[in-house]
């Protein structure tokens, strides 16, 4: 009963309350909302006259936001899933020996549940990054109208003339820019909460080694995560 206990402890530990749970899904609710909002102003413009570089730049842009919706609806329900295991725990706790009984396929599939969703929150990220680069980058030959706009606001010229689309399409990547960055601290808050509990408790060496290893495996280095992989590498090497 007391390996239950400890056990239930680390649970919880790796699991914001309920109220964040219900955060980070109305997060993400916020983050598709977004990525709608870009879909819907690139398909307005889609029709409009254009070169064949423009064009082609608009269907990589389409089938990117189309790969960040799918990866955000994934996280979503991952969380969901998460949270419903949580409550699962919360009401069987008190069965004693079937609980017990039923412990360890439960740690294998909240394992499983945990790495699935560090691979999303990694798509997330990357596809998240993806679309800030192209649409915030100077030179970038496929937005002239927002480049004209912002000419214009800075001289207090009149706006009625212009697409108001452009305006849509910067706005939402302010709004993507902020959800990455929120994006790196939770994940990075999440590690280090993950790996506090997994040194605070009084786990086998072996165990604690296990759980980080599985975590750095399911973890593909790149640009985006690398910064948490060494950081799990290097509590490795403490343990």
Known sequence: M??????????????????????RVNGISEAKAAASQ????????????????????????????????????KKEALLLELRHMNDEVEGNHKDGENFL???????????????????ANDQVSSAL???RQRNTYPTNPQFPLMKSVANLVSLGGPLGSFDHSG?????????????????????KTMVDTAVQT???????PAEVAQILDSAVTSLKP???????YGEIQRCMGIV
């Open 2 to 23: 007391v390996k239950v206990i400890d056990y239930l402890g680390c649970v919880k530990m790796f699991l914001y309350d309920k109220e964040q749970h219900v955060d």
């Open 38 to 73: 870009i879909v819907n102003a690139q398909e307005a413009t889609y029709t409009e006259h254009c070169t064949l570089p423009q064009i082609q730049a608009k269907e990589t842009d389409l089938q990117a936001l189309s790969e960040l919706t799918r990866a955000l609806y």
């Open 101 to 119: 009984k039923g412990l360890e396929p439960f740690k294998k599939q909240y394992a499983m549940v945990l790495v699935q969703l560090q691979a």
């Open 129 to 131: 990054l993806y679309l």
């Open 167 to 187: 305006f849509l399409c910067q706005e939402s990547g302010s709004h993507v820019a902020a959800i990455v960055d929120s994006s790196r601290l939770k994940a």
């Open 198 to 204: 997994c040194t605070e408790r009084q786990y086998p």
């Open 222 to 228: 790149c640009s985006q995560n690398l910064h948490v």
